[in-house]
Structures are given as C-alpha cells and as structure tokens.
C-alpha cells in the first residue's frame, strides 16, 4: 500500500479535522448541516481522537530534533575542537573519530535495544537517555573553560561523552520510532523532519557563535573562540531540556493516549463516550454560559475534566511495542493509515494473534528488505562523506584557509559551518517533501543505489585535510561545484531516507508496525556506521597517510 502524505492530512485525517461521527441518531429534515438531535439507544460510534493544533505533530517533531541533537552538535564544533587538538595528531582526524565512535556505540545499543525492546517503556527508552545526553553536554559545556588537560587527554574524554551519546541515541530511536510507528505514518514524516531540523539549528547556532569571534587576527586562539564555543554547548544543552518537557506533555493529550496505549483503546473509547454524552447534557441545561474552556483542552487535552475523569496514563508507562494484538480493531483502519490488505500478510497476522509479539525479526525484515536496503544505502553514501570528507573541502578562493581573508569570511571561517548549513537545510527540504510526494519502495531503492556516483565527485573537489598543502590535481577548481554536490546529496538523504522509513511500517501489518519502525532505525545505524568506516578509506585516499594513526 502506498499513500502520500498529502492525502494523510486530508481533511478526514485525524490531524486536521474531526471525521464525523457515525450515530444510530434520528436527524433533522432540511439541509445537509442537520444537526443530531437524538441518539436512539446512545450506541454511536467514536472516530478516534483528534491531534488539537497538530500538538503531537510538533512534539514528535520536537523529538526528532532532539534525538540527533547531541551528534550534531559534536561535529558542527570543528573550530572549536581543531582549537583544542592543536599541534596534536587528532587535529586531522578527531571528526572521523568521532563519526567512528558515536556510530559503533549507537549500533550496538540499537541491537540491544531492539533484542530487548519488549521489556522496555519509555520512561528508559526516552527520559532516561534524553537526562544522560543533558548530563554529558553539561559536562562538555564546563570543560571549554577548563584549563589544563591535555590534547590527547580531551580527546579520550570527548570520544567517551560521543560514545554515551550514541547508546542514547539508540534508545531514543528504539523509543521514538517504535512510538511513531503505531501513531498515522505523518508522525514518522515529523520525527524525520525534526532531525533535519536538529542539523539546521545546531548550523544556525555555530554560524551565529563564529560570526561572533574576532576578525582582526589571521589566526584566532583558543582564547578568542573560548565565549563563543561556551554558549554554543550551553544552548545544546537547554534544546535538550526542552525536547524531554515537550515529551511528557503526550501523558496530558486524549490523541497521543490512544495511539500510544493501544493495548487499552476499548476502555478509552468508552470512557470517551461518556464524557462526551456527559458534556452534551450539561450544554443542554446551560443557556446562557461563557467560553469557560481550558487550555488543556484547547491543546488537545480532556474535553470536560470536571464531568467524567478522562483516561490518562503517564506517556513513560507506555510500551515500546505496541501490545495489540488485533489489528482488524486498530484506528488505523481511519483514512490516515489503511488496513493491509495484502493477503501475503495473514502468516504474520496469525502469528502474532497466537503468540502476541513473538513473530520472528527475520519474518518481518522478509516483508521491508527493499525499505531497509534502500535506508542503508542512502546513509552510507552520507557518512562515508559527510562530514568527514565535506569538512575537508577547501575554498579555492582562500588556499592557506585563514579565518578572514580578502574575499571575505564566507570563503574563511565561515566557509565550513555554512557548507553544513545547505546540508541540513536540504536536508530538511528532502524530508518535509515526502509531505507532497512520496516514492515507492522500488524507485527509492534504484534512487539509493544511483546516489553512489556522489563519492567520486567529491574526491574530485579541493579536499585539503588539515596540516596538508593544497593539491592543485582537482578536477573541480570552482566553489560553486561542491556547494551544488552538497545540496544535490543532502535533499536526496532527506527525501529517500523518509520515503523508506515510511514504507517500512507501511509494508506490514499494523500489529508488527511499532517493531518495524525499530527495525528501519537498525538499518538505518547500520548504513551510518559502515558509513563512517568507510570514510576513513576516502581520507586515505585523499592525503595519502594512513587514516587510524592515533599518536
């Protein structure tokens, strides 16, 4: 099945508007607008909630922003780290090291985490992470004003603080995705596009800390970047803050309980009829009152709290694979995300109706093969670049790269934060477009397998590591060529990794659909870290040296 977004925000989507009721009800004669004057037996049917304000659209959003927050903010810092690594052998190398350790440490926390996932819930697959990542940016934020420690020291600490990070990342992914899966398929377009955003804003911070610094020196210290690199970790860290406080409002939001307790849709279902029969009466009894609605509700929140309690629980109670185990009474069924019809998926719908969530890992990667490959290809392509050779990339208009040359700063010290910028921002532009249009699985994985041809393009740009002399054997001695690669590679990231994160749980049955999603954020991390292992080989393909030296 495929279905675009365009038509899952529709106005009978639950995130726009509210599908009408379907009542056994006696209406009035006239004109369509007739209004429901009497329910015969008060046994109507209740579509399900509505998402107020798209309020959980902005907050799975949020959450994709703050996911991949802390990774972005680690090699976004290339002035301050290159500052801090000085006159070291990690001044060259420090952001493959970094790729390299965030990476391994997510992929072997999303292995263990997608193993053992069924005993997990979101209090320690996203509040427990999202409090360690706050932690260890605290604690990157005060050592840029410790003095002291050595080159190789801080570097051993920061590969640490990446590497936690990575394992947190990994659980918010298995929380996040697994979340998003049981929720309409635009909510996994939100998490996606939140972590475009998340590059976007963290490129927006670095250029506004770097606009900041001096420019009357050739060379700036470390003193000279010290404030500027200071608010850029302290920013990171209340994003951070933000996204978790943003989270815990889903326990105080009827849409996001039903979709995320779907264990209990019946109970909910029912305590919402009763509240709402429960409102309609008082509102027939009250002739003249004032709008006395509470903002809760205005954002999506109980109806009528003072009538009939409605259903909440904690968000952090709710599982991270959904407990349903018949998929024939899923919402989903609603115009926002059809039932499957394929008949190829009765096996796994018998299965997991017999055994809960005990269907085989390797029955449901059988039916999303095509999806993971092409999420796997289109972030290898990505890491094995970006950032580790992108960031290399010199303007030719400034050869011996001083901060503020003739030609200006964007060709200076502005040259790489701003090359990070139009890959995130096209990023971002790729994921907010499967909002429109949406491939199939087939045209996303030729599409993955074309992106390929990215790698020797930009081996042909001015890649200058750092302590190397230019090499004047380029084929492109132009700055708007790897400006045109970048933007050509970041919107086709976004695009086709959302495309296939979408049809991932779009191919199977919506009861396996919540560990589909976990199994796409798997490939996903698998393609990042092949990904980041592969760029060491383009960097030694480019100085010519060997790409691990360590000390």
Not at 3 to 17: E, I, K, M, W, Y
Not at 139 to 166: K, M, N, P, R, Y
Not at 253 to 280: G, I, P, S, V
């Amino acid at each position: 099945m495929s279905l675009t977004t365009a038509n899952l925000q529709s106005t009978s989507s639950p995130v726009d508007g509210r599908p009408p009721l379907i009542p056994s009800a006696k209406k009035k004669k006239g004109g369509t607008g007739a209004k429901i004057t009497k329910f015969d037996s008060g046994d109507f049917v209740l579509p399900p909630p509505i998402d107020h304000n798209k309020t959980v659209y902005k907050i799975f959003f949020l959450q994709g922003l703050g996911m991949m927050f802390p990774w972005n903010v680690y090699i976004t810092a290339q002035s301050y780290y290159k500052h801090r690594f000085e006159d070291s052998t990690h001044q060259s190398n420090f952001t493959f090291w970094f790729s390299t350790s965030f990476q391994i440490a997510n992929i072997v926390g999303l292995a263990l985490a997608v193993y053992y996932g069924s005993k997990f819930n979101m209090r320690f697959s996203v509040a427990f992470p999202m409090v360690v990542n706050c932690i260890v940016l605290i604690a990157t934020t005060s050592l840029v004003e410790t003095h002291g420690i050595s080159a190789d020291f801080l570097f051993l600490l920061t590969c640490g603080f990446v590497a936690t990070c990575g394992v947190c990342t990994a659980l918010l992914q298995l929380g996040i995705f697994g979340l998003a899966g049981r929720f309409p398929n635009v909510y996994m377009q939100a998490v996606m596009s939140g972590q475009g955003m998340a590059g976007i804003a963290v490129s927006l911070i670095n250029i506004f800390t770097t606009v900041s610094e001096p420019t009357t020196k050739s060379n700036l210290s470390f003193n000279d970047i010290k404030e500027s690199a200071f608010m850029y970790f302290l920013i990171a860290t209340i994003v951070v803050v933000v996204t978790l406080l943003s989270f815990n409002l889903m326990s105080y939001l009827d849409f996001a309980q039903y979709y995320a307790f779907t264990d209990t849709q019946e109970e909910q279902n029912q305590r919402r009829k009763e509240r709402l029969q429960a409102h309609r009466e008082r509102k027939r009894s009250e002739k003249n009152s004032i709008d006395s609605t509470p903002l809760l509700m205005k954002l999506g929140g109980p109806e009528d709290p003072g009538i009939i309690p409605p259903f909440q629980r904690s968000i952090m109670e709710s599982p991270v694979y959904s407990r349903r185990s018949t998929p024939g009474a899923s919402p989903n069924g609603s115009p926002s995300r059809g039932a499957s019809p394929n008949s190829d998926y009765e096996d796994l719908e018998a299965d997991d109706k017999n055994a809960g969530n005990s269907v085989g890992t390797c029955k449901i990667i059988s039916y999303l093969w095509a999806d993971a490959m092409g999420v796997f290809l289109v972030f290898f392509v990505t890491l094995s670049l970006f950032p580790g050779v992108t960031a290399e990339i010199r303007s030719v208009n400034n050869p011996q790269n001083i901060p503020a040359p003739a030609s200006g700063r964007f060709f200076g010290d502005l040259w790489v934060p701003i090359s990070f910028l139009c890959f995130n921002v096209g990023d971002t532009l790729g994921r907010v477009l499967t909002a429109y249009v949406k491939l199939s699985t087939k045209p996303v994985l030729f599409l993955a397998i074309l992106r390929l041809g990215f790698v020797p393009l930009f081996l042909n740009c001015n890649v200058v590591p750092a302590g190397f002399e230019p090499n004047d054997n380029v084929l492109f001695k132009n700055d708007l060529i790897p400006i045109l690669l970048m933007a050509g590679m970041a919107i086709s990231n976004g695009f086709l990794a959302s495309c296939a994160m979408m049809n991932g749980p779009e191919n199977v049955p919506d009861n396996v659909a919540s560990r589909a999603g976990t199994l796409m954020a798997f490939f996903l991390e698998f393609g990042l870290i092949l990904g980041c292992t592969a760029s060491f080989g383009l960097q030694a393909i480019v100085c010519r040296c060997n790409p691990f030296a360590f000390a």
